[in-house]
Every structure is written in C-alpha cells, then in structure tokens.
C-alpha cells in the first residue's frame, strides 16, 4: 500500500442542517496507510449559520478549513476554487448533503495504490422511506446506477481522483461526469467502488424531482456536444437492461415503477427541448429544498 493524502472538498450552500454532522463524520473517519491531509469547505453565498458551524470546527481541528464566495457562482466554480487550494496527493469531493460511512474514505483511496486508476466514486444509498411511491422511485435510481456503475464507472454524491485537473468548466452541472471525462483523458482509468457507502435522501415530491433529473440530463446533453462524453445513463439499452435485475413482481411497486419511468422519460424529453431548442444550460440550479433533510 502506498502512503497518500487527501483533500476533501465540500461545496456547500445554506446546508446548516447537515454539515455539522458531515464534518464531524468525515474527522472519525477511520484510515490505515492513508490520511486526509485536509477537508476544505466553499460556502458559496450561504444565507443561513452554514459559515459558522464550519468555523466552529475549524476552531477544533485544523484539517478543516472553510473558503467563502459571496455570490453564489453554480458548484462548478466552487469546485475551481477549491481545486486551486487543494493541496492532497488526492482529491475527494463529497456532497454536503451525504454522510460516509467510517470507513468510506479508505475504501474509497484504495485503489490507487495501482497507479493506472485515476477516479473513484462510492456507491450514494438513499434513506428515502421505499414503502412510498417518491421513496421506492428514488431507490431504483440508485440501484439501477449500481448496477450500471458495474458495468462502466458513473461517479456521483463522492468523488476521488488523483490532483491532476487544474478546473473543469465553468459552466457544467454534471460536474462528477465532467471530471470522469478528464481522467480518461489522461488515459487513466474509472473505478467503482461499491462498498464505499454514503448516504444521501432523494427528491421527496414529483416537482422536485422532475427538477432534479431534468437538471442532471441537460448537464449531460451539455457535456455530449462539449467533450463527446456520455455517461452510461443514456445509455437505454443498459437501462432497460439494469431494470430488469431489479424490478420486483409487486403490483404496488410495478405502478410506482411506472409512474418513476414516465416522470423520468418527461424530465428528459423537458430537458431535450430546453436545451436545443431553447439553448438553456442551467448550470447553477435551484435547490431541491426536499433533498436536504437528511437524518441518520
């Protein structure tokens, strides 16, 4: 095993409800061989006590350290601006509404001790109630990109690559596709790494939801026309394929199944036709307030 360190990143905007706890998982984080070096927090335009729960932190330990924006720019220049000051051999972005396991960092650093794997990425495992239509949907989402991730790398909710990308653009909401798309640039493989859990909640109403997937399917229609990459989501095919090993013959769960692929398909037919017809790129998004209660 080889000895590495790593800066976390953690882009964060009016999460006072969770980034306590997220911190404070990320320091009991137990590791052998490797360290994290620091946990960098970017509070981009924060309205609520965001700032000053991280400052309580950086009072107790000196890994953590928090950078500030005053406006609040999309999450892709939060990422630039901590990139510009991460300092690790590598680079972990968490999502400031998730919380790691305790061993979820180790797991996560290492493979790269083979020096031909250039990005990690953890398996996101929702804490939606799935005994209700909006929670059952949201845990075949993540089930169905295990089962994908399986099969090619599709890296989301954390992060890890070697430092070796300067800035991604600017104007991309798919940032975690837009960093796979470097990496294999560098000839440098993707690796999934299931057993490196975090949690996350998913969209709770269908309004959020349409939101958020519609969102994310435009950020990869934008990262198609820009850099020829497409993540294996669009793929249909694999899709259909990933349903079929977890699809349960429940008739309850089968219309709610159905009900998830119809909002699914309108979310990207919606997002088809912002983006070529209307040329809309929303890169900086609204919240989906309903994502942000998370409790474990």
């Known amino acids: 095993m080889f000895y590495l360190d790593a800066s976390v990143g953690i ?36 309205t609520d006590n965001t700032d000053e729960v991280v400052r309580g932190f950086e009072k107790k330990d000196g890994r953590v350290k928090l950078l500030t924006q005053k406006v609040r720019k999309g999450k892709s220049s939060a990422i630039n601006f901590f990139l510009r000051h991460a300092t690790g051999d590598i680079i972990i972005l968490e999502s ?19 020096p031909k794997v ?22 075949v989402v993540w089930r169905l990109h295990h089962e994908l991730s399986l099969i090619k790398p599709k890296e989301g909710e954390i992060v ?19 960093i796979e798309s470097l990496i294999v640039g560098h000839n440098l493989s993707l690796v999934y790494v299931p057993e490196a859990v975090v949690y996350n909640r998913g969209p709770q109403t269908v309004s959020d939801f349409i939101r958020q997937r519609k969102r994310i399917y435009l ?23 990933g349903l079929r090993k977890i699809v349960t013959l429940n008739p309850k769960r089968l219309s709610w199944l159905a009900l998830g692929i119809t909002l699914e398909l309108y979310a990207r037919i919606r997002a088809v036709f912002e983006f070529y017809i209307l040329g809309k ?16």
Not at 96 to 114: G, H, R, S
Not at 118 to 139: F, S
Not at 226 to 232: L, Q, V
Not at 281 to 296: I, S
């Open 281 to 296: 790129n929303p890169f900086q998004w609204d919240m989906c307030r309903t994502t942000k209660r998370l409790v474990k």
């Open 219 to 241: 950020g990869h229609l934008h990262l198609k026309r820009k850099r020829s990459y497409a993540p294996i989501t669009m793929d249909w095919i694999e899709i259909l394929k």
């Open 96 to 114: 400031a509404d998730t919380l790691p396991l305790e061993d979820t960092i180790q797991k996560l650093m290492n493979p790269f001790d083979d």
């Open 11 to 46: 882009c964060a905007y009016d999460e006072q409800d969770n980034i306590g706890q997220l911190l404070d998982a990320l320091l009991k984080q137990k590791l052998s061989g490797h360290k994290i070096k620091e946990i960098i927090v970017v509070s981009s335009g924060s």
């Open 160 to 178: 890890a690559f070697r430092n070796i990308i300067e800035s991604i653009a600017s104007d991309t909401a798919v940032d975690e596709a837009w």
């Open 118 to 139: 250039g990005m990690c990425g953890g398996r996101p495992v929702p804490l939606n109630d799935e005994d209700t239509a909006m929670g059952y949907i949201i845990h």
